[in-house]
T-cell receptor
Framework: NAGVTQTPKFQVLKTGQSMTLQCAQDMNHEYMSWYRQDPGMGLRLIHYSVGAGITDQGEVPNGYNVSRSTTEDFPLRLLSAAPSQTSVYFC???????????????FGPGTRLLVL | KQEVTQIPAALSVPEGENLVLNCSFTDSAIYNLQWFRQDPGKGLTSLLLIQSSQREQTSGRLNASLDKSSGRSTLYIAASQPGDSATYLCAVRAPPGSQGNLIFGKGTKLSVKP
């Protein structure tokens, strides 16, 4: 298994540009989520999905869109990039949100985004 | 609102020492607690997961304990090695039926000196 993969590893954008951060997992996990990590702020949840076709907002959703058309993929879209979105973005997945004894979350390697 | 605090923010120890990292959380209604390791410029690697009904979990030189009633967890690292140098993150997960997401502490940056 490749686990959780993210592309690109690094991206530079200009203010106002749009882009999509890709996330894929090959573990047949139901639950997928996006976090951003900022110095002094820790990791904060942006959006999450409990299965294909179902998404919901996390703690800091503004400026981001997500969709979940398949179990494997969970892309994160920046509609109009702003300098405040400069961060490291992590995608994570786990088997289920409920009823399971082992629900370790697996994280991807991250995407470093710089918005100028 | 659940808040997770990790103390200290940074820790430097000589090789071979046993050490304890602390994690506290404000709401005891958790589903589980997970300890992660993050190396510079890398993603998070899960170290140990403790279910709310458990008191501790062990993996090699690592032992994590959970006292849900007092809102505390500790990660004990025995005989520390330079390779243990990393940031250690604690995260709690809300019960089933809620968002199911993790609430993270800001981490403890550990440096083990040869």
């Amino acid at each position: 298994n490749a686990g959780v993969t993210q592309t690109p590893k690094f991206q530079v954008l200009k203010t106002g540009q749009s882009m999509t951060l890709q996330c894929a997992q090959d573990m047949n996990h139901e639950y997928m989520s996006w976090y951003r990590q900022d110095p002094g702020m820790g990791l904060r949840l942006i959006h999450y999905s409990v299965g294909a076709g179902i998404t919901d907002q996390g703690e800091v959703p503004n400026g981001y869109n997500v969709s979940r058309s398949t179990t494997e993929d969970f892309p994160l879209r920046l509609l109009s990039a702003a300098p405040s979105q400069t961060s490291v973005y992590f995608c994570a997945s786990s088997y289920s949100t409920s009823g399971r004894s082992q629900e370790t979350q697996y994280f991807g390697p991250g995407t470093r985004l710089l918005v100028l | 609102k659940q808040e997770v605090t990790q103390i200290p923010a940074a820790l430097s120890v000589p090789e071979g020492e046993n050490l304890v990292l602390n994690c506290s959380f404000t709401d005891s209604a958790i589903y589980n607690l997970q300890w992660f390791r993050q190396d510079p410029g890398k993603g998070l690697t899960s170290l140990l997961l403790i279910q709310s009904s458990q008191r501790e979990q062990t993996s090699g030189r690592l032992n994590a304990s959970l006292d849900k009633s007092s809102g505390r967890s500790t990660l004990y690292i025995a005989a520390s090695q330079p390779g243990d140098s990393a940031t250690y993150l604690c995260a709690v997960r809300a019960p089933p039926g809620s968002q199911g997401n993790l609430i993270f502490g800001k981490g403890t940056k550990l440096s083990v000196k040869p």
